[in-house]
């Protein structure tokens, strides 16, 4: 049995190589064989180098770089003066807005949110209005005359007092 | 560049101003352009000085550096003239040997794509390994050697097409 495969390799003549094959090595190692030449004429030449006559412009320039301000001062000085600038329009508006409060007769201090009306209607149905005194002119802190939403909300919180 | 002097960039120019220069023009393939851009990017290591104080592998930053500039230089360049730019001989050799096809082997190389060029010239004239390339580049190891076999199969094609 072991002769009778012998007998069919030697046959197929496996060792050897087809036609197409050795064409294929050969155009493959005939490519390599010219990139190689290729490589090797490339590494016998150079690239070019800097002229002299580059030097002394280049270093000239380089070291005018050199000697300015570096850029992150640059950059640290427009964010001061930007950040100056915002703080000065801020303080600004301030005063303007404390001006004209004083100039009507008001109080500088924002008053409350208003509360929505169903929200009012809510808390109303729960105080009756009659059990509070309500002197509230004057104690917020402004002339004005008190609204129906701020007594309501004075009152719920007299209410709650109470009970809570 | 500890001492903050700006002599230190006259040492760099003299240690490593011709392979920085090399590369440049490998990457730009036109001597004024490299020019150009050579003095540029010595601009912008005298700003960036600080950065370079203590770094280890001076060569490699300045060689980034270097790319950084030629790559946006190639940017601008596109974006400022539609038609493409001379390429020009980046290659050079000694006088005596007659042997070498200096002019071909140039506009072979001007023709790869960039990337090709660069592994190219970074693999024969910088003397870097496949792995150094890659890591230079972001790129595998096996990306660098395929770009750099590719290269080399096409500069010798066209340097077949200008023979024949």
Same mark, same amino acid.
């Given at each position: 049995?072991?002769?009778?495969i012998e007998d069919?390799?030697?046959?197929?003549?496996?060792? +050897?190589?087809?036609?197409?094959?050795?064409?294929?090595?050969?155009?493959?190692?005939q490519?390599?064989?010219t990139?190689?030449? +290729?490589?090797?004429?490339?590494?016998?030449?150079r =690239?070019?180098?800097?002229? /002299?006559?580059?030097?002394?412009?280049?270093?000239?320039?380089?070291t005018?770089?050199?000697?300015?301000p570096?850029?992150?001062?640059?950059? =640290?000085?427009?964010?001061?003066?930007?950040t100056?600038? $915002?703080l000065a329009f801020?303080? =600004?508006?301030?005063?303007?807005?404390?001006?004209?409060?004083?100039?009507?007769?008001?109080?500088?201090?924002?008053?409350?949110?208003? +509360?929505? /009306?169903?929200?009012?209607?809510?808390i109303?149905?729960? $105080?009756d209005?009659?059990?509070?005194?309500?002197?509230?002119?004057?104690?917020?802190?402004?002339e004005?005359r008190?609204? /129906?939403? /701020?007594? $309501?909300?004075?009152?719920s919180?007299?209410?709650l007092?109470?009970?809570? | 560049?500890?001492?903050?002097? !700006?002599?230190?960039?006259?040492r760099?120019?003299?240690?490593f101003?011709?392979?920085?220069?090399?590369?440049? @023009?490998?990457?730009?393939?036109?001597?004024a352009?490299?020019?150009?851009?050579?003095q540029?990017?010595?601009?912008?290591?005298?700003?960036?000085?600080?950065?370079? @104080?203590?770094?280890?592998?001076?060569?490699?930053?300045?060689? *980034?550096?270097?790319?950084?500039?030629?790559?946006?230089?190639?940017?601008?360049?596109?974006?400022?003239? !539609?038609t493409?730019?001379?390429?020009?001989?980046?290659?050079?050799t000694?006088?005596?040997?007659?042997f070498?096809p200096?002019?071909?082997l140039?506009?072979?190389?001007?023709?790869?794509p960039?990337?090709?060029?660069?592994v190219?010239?970074?693999?024969?004239?910088?003397e870097?390994?496949?792995?150094?390339i890659?890591?230079?580049?972001? @790129?595998? !190891?096996? *990306?660098?050697?395929?770009?750099?076999?590719?290269g080399?199969?096409?500069?010798?094609?066209?340097?077949?097409?200008?023979?024949s």
């Amino acid at each position: 049995m072991t002769k009778k495969i012998e007998d069919m390799l030697t046959e197929t003549q496996l060792n +050897v190589p087809s036609v197409d094959m050795k064409k294929r090595i050969l155009d493959q190692a005939q490519a390599a064989w010219t990139e190689s030449s +290729v490589e090797q004429q490339l590494e016998r030449c150079r =690239l070019l180098e800097a002229p /002299d006559s580059l030097k002394a412009p280049v270093l000239s320039h380089a070291t005018g770089a050199w000697q300015r301000p570096r850029p992150i001062l640059k950059t =640290l000085r427009r964010w001061a003066c930007a950040t100056a600038a $915002v703080l000065a329009f801020a303080v =600004l508006g301030g005063i303007y807005d404390t001006y004209q409060s004083h100039a009507e007769g008001g109080s500088p201090v924002a008053t409350s949110e208003p +509360v929505p /009306d169903e929200e009012a209607a809510a808390i109303a149905s729960l $105080v009756d209005l009659d059990d509070y005194p309500f002197p509230l002119r004057g104690t917020l802190g402004s002339e004005k005359r008190p609204t /129906d939403q /701020d007594n $309501v909300l004075r009152a719920s919180s007299y209410y709650l007092a109470d009970n809570y | 560049m500890r001492a903050d002097n !700006p002599l230190a960039l006259e040492r760099i120019y003299d240690v490593f101003g011709s392979q920085l220069y090399g590369y440049q @023009i490998s990457l730009l393939c036109c001597k004024a352009d490299a020019e150009d851009c050579f003095q540029n990017l010595f601009i912008r290591i005298a700003e960036k000085r600080r950065l370079l @104080i203590g770094k280890e592998q001076l060569k490699a930053y300045l060689m *980034t550096m270097a790319r950084n500039e030629a790559l946006e230089f190639i940017r601008r360049r596109k974006k400022t003239t !539609p038609t493409l730019v001379d390429q020009e001989a980046v290659l050079t050799t000694d006088e005596t040997d007659h042997f070498l096809p200096v002019e071909e082997l140039s506009s072979a190389l001007a023709a790869l794509p960039l990337e090709q060029r660069e592994v190219i010239s970074l693999k024969i004239y910088q003397e870097l390994t496949f792995a150094e390339i890659g890591q230079r580049l972001g @790129i595998s !190891p096996n *990306t660098a050697a395929s770009r750099y076999r590719y290269g080399l199969k096409k500069m010798k094609e066209l340097m077949q097409e200008v023979i024949s």
